[in-house]
């Protein structure tokens, strides 16, 4: 295999960028830029003693495809042969290491031993001589068993060193900017705002550590853990990426990074190895007991664990260090690929079953994430529901936490707030609902399953609102092609169940059809000799399911999408599916078969824009709450009209503003500052992430407003 070629440096205008390339909740994966290259993340910085090489920086480079690693520059400037060379020749070379060199600064060393001999200029001074990429202040160490006074007094003193350490740093030097106080959620999130805003000549922090971390994972209180990085991400700037400072286990990965958890640093493959345990995505297993190997890996393959053991101290050290790099790289890369498919919360789920602490850390979340405590972390959970792209395609496993999982709790309190009971029925009467047809029995595709029944209910009684009893709880008719509730996937006997009244009554409570009659359609129970009208009710319901999902997925009044859709006609695939909507003869929007949401056309786009009457939204502006604000829009500045109204991705950077209930994965308009139509297209991004990201896509445009200008 040929050599790794060295990194390109990054252009000078990315330098200490960070792109979010992909997110699902508050897991991202991204690329941070520096002059050795940008890295990838989630990633680990492998910590490289430069006293004890277990593993050569370039055989990580080469072998183990990291592009960044971790090394302490008190430990380099201690020592004086290592700290002239370091000056002399620059880290990279004394490190031997082509990629991005990340320093701490002798704050873990002031925890461990009580003091350091340098002052706080003075090590970001030596770090930015030593030509590293991303250097760290000297913040002060809050232990979590400090005094609510003393961790007052670490975070304060971190804070007055901030500038401090940005000016020393300069233009070249990127740093990290550490947060601190212990086991306070409201001094985590002072933290992280002070940290945050700090600005030097030239710029602020370009990351920030979540610091005094590392005796909590000693002990394994995971929950405190959680809770610590849940209250600083609250108060964090969400275009920087944050890392759990001295954490690396690789079975705390999948959670940390559901809860958005950018970077790991850790020593661990190395300490580990020399104290003969093994890393495992599940946990850690000593070498001494095994027979057999419980989780192989490229450096273990070909060796028996007698083998290993028989080996002298530095060759079984080495190896079981390269495993554990390994490991660790491999866990890392499947997190990476659960978020680009969307199942990130579904492995931490599963990865919290492998310990009691981190079993009851995920319970805790759970709790939360249902009902979020008031304070920082109640505000960075309803932070991380709201960015869950509620649709998503493939299977919906089912299993004992499913309730809790992000995208499906935003599902659900986007369907409680947004469905409305439809305003006229297919004989043109309106009025209330006269009683609710309860689909039970019957599995997804529902269309197939139940449509003769759903059909014969609706003509005997035309006010009759039609929901399907699932195992997630009951959903309108209307969205029976939506995910989650169409992809569950479980054994077949879950769609028997039958659900007891106060269950359903409950469930229908939160419709707002409390105290309406309910009768139960099962499959197989149609009249055929009711077969009359079915052509009015197919349309009425067809109707029905466009103005929920135009309500529920992009916040248009039914009210509204009525007026729209009165004049429709649609076309169907061969399945009978709805493909194309068309409404006065024009396609205006097409539901998409993969996940059951929506995808509009130019027409579409132009008449949903036409329903808005506040202003283009605007960083800043007050924002009114209503539960229908129309199709959420960004509001870009004139000079990337050109080039987004014929079609180009919106980039971040140049949007004035976003509407607040901009959703990642769903429908957006795209508008200038005078609320005309430039594009439309799928968001990428909350609209905290517009108005923060300086680099990646704001929006993936479908199609420009002003092609053939
Ligand atoms: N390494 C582990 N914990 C810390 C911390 O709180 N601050 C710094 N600078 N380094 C660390």
Same mark, same amino acid.
């Given at each position: 295999m040929d050599a790794r070629p060295d990194p390109e440096p990054c252009r000078d205008q990315d330098l200490g960028l960070f792109e979010v390339t992909k997110s699902d909740g508050a897991a991202r994966i991204g690329r941070f830029y520096t002059r050795h290259g940008s890295f990838t993340t989630p990633a680990l910085l492998p910590v490289v003693n430069p006293n004890i090489l277990t593993i050569e920086p370039m055989e990580m480079w080469?072998? *183990?495809?990291?592009e960044a690693l971790i090394t302490n520059s008190y430990v380099i400037w201690k020592n004086e042969e290592l700290r002239e060379s370091a000056l002399e020749e620059g880290i990279h070379s004394l490190l031997n290491f082509p990629g991005a060199i990340v320093t701490d600064s002798g704050t873990f060393q002031s925890y461990v031993y009580g003091d350091v001999e340098v002052s706080p200029e003075e090590i970001v001074q030596f770090q930015r001589e030593m030509g590293v990429d991303i250097g760290t202040m000297l913040d002060v160490f809050g232990r979590p068993d400090m005094t609510r006074e003393q961790l007052e007094k670490a975070v304060d003193e971190t804070a007055e060193r901030a500038i401090p350490s940005l000016e020393m740093a300069g233009g070249t030097l990127l740093l990290n900017g550490p947060i601190q106080g212990g086991l306070h959620d409201d001094l985590r999130a002072q933290s992280a705002q002070i940290m945050g805003l700090a600005e030097g000549q030239d710029k602020g922090f370009a990351i920030h550590p979540i610091g005094g971390i590392v005796p909590l994972m000693e002990q394994q209180r995971y929950r405190e853990l959680f809770r610590i990085l849940l209250a600083s991400r609250a108060a964090l700037p969400p275009e920087r990426p944050v890392h759990l400072f001295g954490c690396g286990h690789p079975m705390l990965f999948p959670m940390a990074i559901a809860l958005g958890a950018d970077l790991f640093d850790s020593a661990a493959y190395a300490i580990f190895a020399r104290d003969d345990r093994i890393l495992t995505p599940e946990g850690t297993v000593k070498l001494e007991s095994l027979q057999e190997w419980t989780f192989t890996s490229k450096s273990l393959f070909g060796y028996t664990p007698d083998q290993v053991r028989s080996m002298d101290d530095k060759a079984r050290c080495r190896i079981l260090a390269q495993h554990n790099l390994e490991v660790t790289q491999a866990e890392l890369s499947r997190c990476r690929e659960a978020i680009r498919s969307g199942t990130i919360w579904e492995l931490a789920e599963q990865r919290s079953h492998c310990s009691p602490q981190l079993r009851d850390a995920f319970i805790w979340i759970q709790d939360q994430l249902s009902e979020p405590d008031e304070g920082p972390v109640g505000e960075s959970v309803l932070r991380l529901i709201s960015s869950c792209d509620p649709l998503r395609d493939g299977g919906e496993p089912i299993g004992d936490d499913i309730e809790y999982r992000p995208h499906i709790l935003h599902m659900h309190a986007l369907l409680a707030t947004r469905w409305r009971v439809p305003g006229s029925w297919w004989d043109s009467s309106t009025g209330n609902p006269k009683r609710v047809a309860l689909v039970e029995g019957a599995s997804p595709p529902w269309r197939h399953s139940i449509l003769q029944e759903v059909m014969a209910s609706l003509v005997e009684e035309p006010r009759t609102v039609v929901m399907i009893a699932t195992p997630l709880g009951v959903i309108p008719f209307s969205l029976e092609d939506v995910s989650p509730w169409c992809h569950l996937v479980g054994? =077949? =006997?879950?769609?028997i169940g039958e659900y007891d009244d106060e269950e359903i009554q409950a469930s229908l409570s939160e419709f707002g059809l409390s105290g309406i009659p309910v009768t139960r359609i099962s499959p197989g129970?149609?009249?055929?000799?009711?077969?009359?009208n079915f052509e009015s009710v197919q349309d009425w319901l067809d109707r029905c399911s466009i103005v929920d999902k135009l309500a529920v997925l992009?916040?248009?009044h039914p009210l509204e999408s009525c007026k729209i859709t009165k004049g429709i006609s649609v076309r169907r695939s061969r399945?009978?599916?709805?493909?194309n909507v068309l409404s006065d003869g024009e396609h205006v929007l097409s539901p998409r078969l993969t996940d059951g949401g929506i995808s509009l056309t130019l027409a579409g786009a132009r008449r949903l824009n036409e329903l808005h009457t506040s202003p283009p939204p605007k960083f800043g502006a007050d924002f009114p709450d209503?539960? *229908?604000?129309?199709i959420p829009r960004i509001c870009i500045i004139d000079d990337a009209i050109p080039f987004v109204g014929k079609g180009r991705n919106v980039i971040h950077g140049y949007s004035l503003g976003a509407d607040p209930h901009l959703i990642p994965g769903q429908p957006c308009l795209v508008v200038d500052s005078n609320g005309s139509l430039v594009a439309h297209g799928t968001s990428l991004s909350t609209a905290l992430d517009v108005a923060f990201m300086r680099k990646g896509l704001a929006v993936k445009v479908r199609e420009g407003a002003m092609k053939g200008v």
């Open positions: 080469e072998e *183990f495809g990291i054994p =077949d =006997d879950m769609w129970e149609a009249d055929e000799s009711k077969a009359d992009c916040s248009v399945t009978k599916r709805v493909i209503e539960v *229908f604000s129309g």
